[in-house]
């Protein structure tokens, strides 16, 4: 499995931005699609974001698209959020996540079992 690290997160006031970043190792990063993961207290995780190895495909929930962007560095072995237009709902803990099969099996997916490797996660709280 990776390691992964998530950084960023904060306290940001409704209508701000917000950078997450994930650092990963332990895994051959450009063979593996990524995901960003949301867990607000009392539900479940849900899915944010995915994006392709070559990022030339990217999946969004419905509640972030055209708000939030996700993007690779696959030379500095890093995936980020970009988290525009926030709201008092977008809060949660932040996972970032690899597939747990590579790129020939998993080009890109939403399905949290598909995912296998996952940060400790990093506090997003949006005051309204």
């Known amino acids: 499995q990776a390691r992964l690290v998530e950084s960023g997160g904060g306290l940001v006031q409704a209508g701000g931005s917000l950078r997450l970043s994930c650092a990963a190792s332990g895994r051959t990063f450009t063979n593996y699609a990524m995901g960003w993961f949301r867990q607000a207290p009392g539900k479940e995780r849900e899915f944010v974001a995915a994006i392709s190895w070559s990022s030339d495909v990217t999946y969004y929930a419905d509640s972030v698209k055209g708000r939030f962007t996700i993007s690779r560095d696959n030379a500095k072995n890093t995936v980020y959020l970009q988290m525009n237009s926030l709201k008092a709902e977008d809060t949660a803990v932040y996972y970032c996540?690899?597939?747990?099969?590579?790129?020939?099996?998993?080009?890109?997916?939403?399905?949290?079992?598909?995912?296998?490797?996952w940060g400790q996660g990093t506090q997003v709280t949006v005051s309204s």
């Open positions: 996540a690899t597939t747990r099969r590579t790129n020939v099996d998993i080009i890109i997916s939403r399905l949290i079992h598909d995912y296998d490797s």
